[in-house]
T-cell receptor, first 112, second 115 residues
């Protein structure tokens, strides 16, 4: 079945550092790929998505590129802020399905 | 657009009582709603899927008599945790999809604590 593997956290960075959170997936067909963010005590918010190979999703300075050859969708940001501290979930959704498959989440802690 | 709300955001109840959590789509008609449970520092676990006017479809291992789901209208679904016990304490998140839209829109979650 479909699965998503994320790097284990927590990831601890200083403000303005470069961020990479790795995500790889296993799926049949051509899934859509997502990054969600969960701030403390809140639900999930869609951060960005990509629906086909080589698409780049971007939002709020975050980017991720759908790499079919490496089955990856790594999240990057050039300069993190304290306000980016949250848990980030990588997810995929197969064609014709409502239900995403989530990774375990990666906690990001940014220090001033 | 595509806002989903949940009420209450936090609830504390005594063991043996029942508690109801509401999930509303505020600006779209939610043909399908989903209920998830999230344990501390873990990912979301899908509990059930409900379509308006139909019985919910529960995931394997989820007790349908304990977690009652009602999706009576296109904008409201409720999850009732019956005879709650401390092990039911968790963060419950709902999501919804609109007509012809596979995108899921998540609510802000409800923190349930059973004492």
């Amino acid at each position: 079945g479909d699965s998503v593997t994320q790097m284990e956290g927590p990831v601890t960075l200083s403000e303005e550092a470069f961020l990479t959170i790795n995500c790889t997936y296993t799926a049949t067909g051509y899934p859509s790929l997502f990054w969600y963010v969960q701030y403390p005590g809140e639900g999930l918010q869609l951060l960005l998505k990509a629906t086909k190979a080589d698409d780049k999703g971007s939002n709020k300075g975050f980017e991720a590129t759908y790499r079919k050859e490496t089955t990856s969708f790594h999240l990057e940001k050039g300069s993190v802020q304290v306000s980016d501290s949250a848990v980030y979930f990588c997810a995929l959704r197969g064609g014709g399905s409502y239900i995403p498959t989530f990774g375990r989440g990666t906690s990001l802690i940014v220090h001033p | 657009g595509a806002v989903v709300s949940q009420h209450p955001s936090r609830v504390i109840c005594k063991s043996g009582t029942s508690v109801k959590i509401e999930c509303r789509s505020l600006d779209f008609q939610a043909t399908t709603m989903f209920w998830y449970r999230q344990f501390p520092k873990q990912s979301l676990m899908l509990m059930a899927t409900s379509n308006e006017g139909s019985k919910a479809t529960y995931e394997q291992g989820v007790e349908k008599d304990k977690f009652l789901i009602n999706h009576a209208s296109l904008t409201l679904s409720t999850l009732t945790v019956t005879s709650a016990h401390p092990e039911d304490s968790s963060f419950y998140i709902c999501s919804a999809t609109g007509t012809g839209d596979y995108e899921q829109y998540f609510g802000p979650g409800t923190r349930l604590t059973v004492t």
